[in-house]
């Protein structure tokens, strides 16, 4: 069969490209060919159309090679042909020295582009906050800290992880919004290089956050991370005060280590657990948490005042008219909720919840404590309490721990999760801890699954709580809340078809997951990245605050609590906040807000409200609660 010849275009075509593949030579030799054929002939046109252009052929050729040469930058110079072949080389030298200039100049502020995109120039602040790694907790604690600094000039936030700059930048912008007058620095690189951690200057940050990554390997970085940074720092006098997190208490010692003496290490795992529980006691609790821990609203703070030194605290307690004085800072020690008769020294500090750190200012209100109004009466005693947990996870030991500690006799813990050795193990060795307790039990079964809910007597438990599954090697950290979403749905389908609301707390990872969820706006939802990012948010403004919240949050210690109002003030009277402050204070507590039940259904609140005026008067009917802090 004959061969079908090959077209000329085809062939051109390859010459051309074989030519082009010898490199910048055949490159520059094609362009020069390619400005000849337009410029000659274009030069030409313009000399045969010029009526004052000279008569005779090679005056005309010479003219259109004068037009040609100084179009093309060659000189353009006639005469022998010597004369014309010197003017062509000194303009190509010419050309050659130009072009090698702007080249280097090119690729010199290209270089330094690319370095600046790539974040590796050395930051040059004083004063800043460095944040080191990259997580979901990343955006709560950078929008903390743009609240925090809102009303400063000069304030500056410096993350540094190991991802593309360019990235960092652009998801920062679009979670945390507008920074106001605070700026935003990122760069990029690991964290666990002590040369690396240098671009932060971190000898001349007022803080250091250390956040733990999303995967399951996060917390041995966190302590490199630690022990970089203790590198870099070798051989400076200043070292910032460093505020780290860790999910798992087995290395919290070696962080600890790792951060030096003033450095500051959270159990995110154990501080989850701890205020999930607190809130399946309490529903509403949660609400309460994020109210007193994010900077919209008010927060606490270390205040002295010298006008009370040698009053007692209960006098302390009605001193201020728009905060509540919840304890004492002496030494380094606080003193959380402390018998009234306490006595005040010229050093102790005042823990206030206040709007800002200058709305703490003193004045009597005892004129509108009414004492008329005040119930005398014991508490409202506590009962057994009955809890089912649907799933399981890293935390759910700590949790029923954190059961265990306060548990009265007769209290029931329900566990209803998939069956596996390892889930069976831990429930067995939960359930042996601690000598006596609640009765733990294990029910195997698919949580996401209707038929399982369903053979439950859901309704009868005093509260229910929502775990999603740890991830698997290689699955996404926020693959847990699909499986959460669901259970959520299938609780949902129960409430509307028995009319009768679940006591619901639900755990997510992913922020984003809470508009999803399928529960009641005020519900409780525990979030713990968000949750640990607004502690160390807090934490880095005062690290004083380190230890009120370790107090607040553990396990036996004086806490935050929602207690019903009628233990306070007569249901159905009208009177001022500073009355249920009184009576919060015969009882050894401190009343720092309210939950108004007739708007517990309504944003964006919820009916929570911290830190009212002590003059704000309102009629307390038997669903309100009071929030205190105190113990059980």
């Known amino acids: 069969m004959a061969q079908r010849r090959t077209s000329f275009g085809d062939r051109a075509r390859y010459w051309f490209d074989s030519t082009l593949a010898r490199g910048a030579s055949a490159l520059v030799g094609w362009m020069a060919l390619l400005c000849l054929a337009v410029v000659v002939p274009a030069s030409a046109v313009v000399v045969w159309t010029d009526p004052h252009a000279p008569r005779s052929l090679p005056d005309r050729l010479a003219q259109v090679w004068h037009l040609t040469g100084e179009t093309l930058r060659l000189g353009g110079a006639t005469g022998t042909p010597l004369r014309v072949t010197m003017s062509v080389l000194l303009a190509l030298v010419a050309l050659l020295y ?13 270089e330094r582009l690319t370095a600046l995109r790539r974040g590796r120039s050395t930051v040059l602040e004083q004063g800043h906050v460095v944040v080191l790694g990259w997580s979901e907790q990343v ?6 800290l743009v609240a925090a600094n809102a009303n400063q000039r000069r304030a500056a936030v410096v993350v540094l992880a190991d991802r593309d700059k360019t990235a960092m930048e652009e998801a920062l912008g679009t979670k945390v919004g507008p920074v106001g007058r605070t700026r935003l620095i990122c760069r990029s690189g690991p964290t666990t290089d002590p040369a690396v951690l240098t671009l932060t200057s971190p ?17 041995a970085e966190v302590v490199k991370t630690l022990l970089a940074l203790r590198a870099a720092l070798a051989g400076t006098q200043s070292r910032p005060p460093v505020v780290a997190a860790v999910r798992d208490d087995r290395y919290r010692l070696a962080a600890c280590l790792a951060a030096g003496p003033g450095g500051v290490v959270l159990e995110s795992d154990t501080v989850t657990a701890r205020l999930i529980v607190q809130a399946a006691r309490r529903p509403g609790l949660s609400l309460v948490h994020r109210e007193l821990l994010d900077f919209a609203g008010d927060e ?5 005042e010298a006008s009370l030194a040698g009053r ?18 002496r030494g380094d020690t606080p003193l959380l909720a402390p018998p009234p008769h306490t006595t005040i020294t010229a050093d102790d500090l005042l823990i206030v919840v206040s709007r800002d750190d200058d709305t703490a200012w003193p004045g009597p209100c005892g004129q509108w404590v009414e004492k008329a109004v005040t119930v005398s009466g ?9 809890v089912l947990v649907l799933g399981w996870n890293r935390r759910a030991p700590l949790m029923v721990d954190q059961l265990r500690r306060r548990a009265l006799p007769g209290s029931v813990v329900d566990v209803v999760a998939d069956r596996g050795e390892e889930t069976a193990r831990q429930v067995r060795e939960s359930g042996s801890r601690h000598g006596p307790g609640p009765v733990l039990t294990l029910h195997p079964g698919d949580v996401t699954r209707p038929e399982t809910l369903e053979r439950l007597d859901v309704h009868s438990y005093d509260s229910v709580i929502v775990l999603g599954q740890d991830p698997a090697p290689g699955q996404p950290e926020d693959h847990p809340d699909n499986r959460t979403l669901v259970t959520l749905l299938l609780l949902r389908r129960l409430e509307e078809t028995t009319g009768r609301e679940l006591p619901v707390v639900t755990e997510l990872v992913d922020d984003r997951n809470r508009a999803l969820a399928p529960i009641s706006p005020g519900a409780d939802v525990i979030i713990s990245g968000k949750l640990i990012g607004l502690l160390m948010a807090q934490i880095s403004q005062n690290r004083h605050l380190a ?16 207690r019903p109002a009628g233990d306070y003030v ?3 009277c009208e009177t001022a906040f500073a009355t249920v402050v009184a009576a919060a204070r015969e009882r050894g507590e401190c009343a720092i807000g309210y939950r108004s039940r007739d708007e517990a259904s309504a944003g964006p609140g919820h009916g929570v409200r911290i830190n009212p005026p002590k003059a704000e008067r309102r009629r307390w009917t038997d669903g309100d609660e009071v929030v205190v802090v105190g113990r059980d």
Do not use: Q
């Not at 955006?139 to 903390?144: A, L, Q, S, Y």
């Not at 014991?378 to 009955?386: I, L």
């Not at 230890?547 to 929602?562: N, P, Q, Y």
């Open 98 to 110: 130009v072009s090698t200039l702007v080249g280097l100049i090119t690729t010199a502020l290209t």
């Open 139 to 144: 955006f709560t604690v950078v929008g903390e």
């Open 203 to 219: 000898a001349t940050a007022g803080v250091v956050l250390v956040l733990p990554r999303d995967e399951p390997d996060a917390d």
């Open 300 to 304: 606490f703070y270390l205040v002295g």
């Open 312 to 329: 007692t605290f209960g006098e302390a307690l009605l001193s201020y008219p728009t905060s509540s004085v919840v304890g004492l800072v």
């Open 378 to 386: 014991p508490p409202t005693p506590a009962r057994p309490e009955r």
């Open 547 to 562: 230890a009120v919240f370790e107090e607040l949050f553990s396990a036996d210690g004086t806490g935050i609590r929602l």
């Open 570 to 572: 007569l249901p159905g």
